[in-house]
């Protein structure tokens, strides 16, 4: 809120470019928290992708979690007003590499019962096409 009435402060006196300064600067924030609502859903995404390679088996809660994550995915990178997309799709593949660690050692807990460490899971599975599976969700649901 600050930053908005330092804007604004700024355009009354006519400082266009101290005022873009802080334009950027809240872009800047805007996308760090849109990255991170996408990590934390993708955290969820690929915990239950996980499952499911790793148990070769589905449940319903699973499906159900991958489809609410996927949507609230898309609809945290979508600009409204600007159209398209906060993200690049290599910028969004990024963040679910990124988010794959977390996911893996959260599905160490559930999958099989919990008795596999993250290392043991992650040799069950393929970290690549998980994160293509989860893309390939994200390009195609919802469209």
């Not at 600067?25 to 991170?36: A, G, T, Y």
Request: charged letters at 25%; proline letters at 1%; glycine letters at 4%.
């Amino acid at each position: 809120m600050e930053e908005l009435l330092q804007l604004k402060q700024l355009l009354y006196q006519g400082n266009i470019p101290s005022a873009l300064i802080i334009v950027e600067e809240l872009e800047e924030m805007s996308k760090s928290d849109k990255i991170n609502k996408i990590f934390s859903y993708g955290i969820i995404l690929l915990l239950h992708l996980i499952k499911q390679s790793a148990e070769n088996r589905t449940t319903k809660s699973w499906e159900v979690s991958i489809r609410n994550s996927v949507k609230q995915i898309q609809r945290s990178n979508q600009r409204h007003k600007a159209k398209g997309n906060y993200l690049t799709d290599e910028e969004l593949k990024e963040t679910l590499e990124d988010a794959y660690d977390s996911a893996l050692n959260q599905a160490s807990l559930e999958a099989f019962g919990g008795i596999y460490e993250a290392e043991k899971l992650d040799s069950m599975v393929n970290q690549n096409e998980l994160i293509q599976k989860a893309l390939d969700l994200l390009n195609n649901e919802g469209s």
